[in-house]
């Protein structure tokens, strides 16, 4: 992947090792993994923030920091693909989940309402309306949301691990053809 372009907006080694808030963690936050941009590190940070995404409430981004950490996977990477979840995506997402829990939990399903229509100018009443809809859908929600985040954990992972294959793949292919035409 293009290292070089992240290199730039991600901080040095020093300056995590320096940073007072960091320090205050100790030698917890100071694995390298957790900074590194390397295949492994960046898929399971990728894995992390798509399951801790679907996590009720605002806890999406420390439950990503709480899995990231024991599991030494790309910190910042977790953190910042929790994100996909707002607004808007929460809905539809929370459907497809429904379906998915609908699909494995048969007969334990009431009838679908459809969510409450999202309204900026009215966000705190919307906020409780989409929590008192996600109660109402019970257990197929509850198992759809799970099933549906470890899909999704798992095809980025593997989507990840892919994609940072076959760019490796392609840039050794393209060094080989300049080499082959120096040669000449």
Known sequence: MPRKFFRKYLPSHESIRQNRYIALFGSLLLHPNLWHLNRHSVAGGLAIGLFAGLVPGPLQMLTAALL??????????????????????????????????????PGDSAPFVHPP???WSNFGAWLRALFDWTLSLGKPLAVGLVALAAGLA??????AQLAWRAYVVRAWRRRKEKRAGRDV
């Not at 990477?77 to 829990?101: D, K, M």
């Not at 798992?154 to 989507?159: C, D, E, H």
Request: charged content about 5%; hydrophobic content about 55%.
């Open 117 to 119: 229509e999202f309204d």
């Open 154 to 159: 798992i095809a980025g992972y593997i989507i």
């Open 68 to 105: 990231a950490v024991p599991l030494r996977v790309n910190l910042p990477v977790a953190l910042a693909t929790t994100l996909y979840t707002n607004p808007l995506t929460i809905g539809p997402l929370y459907v497809i989940a429904y379906w998915i829990g609908t699909l494995l939990v």
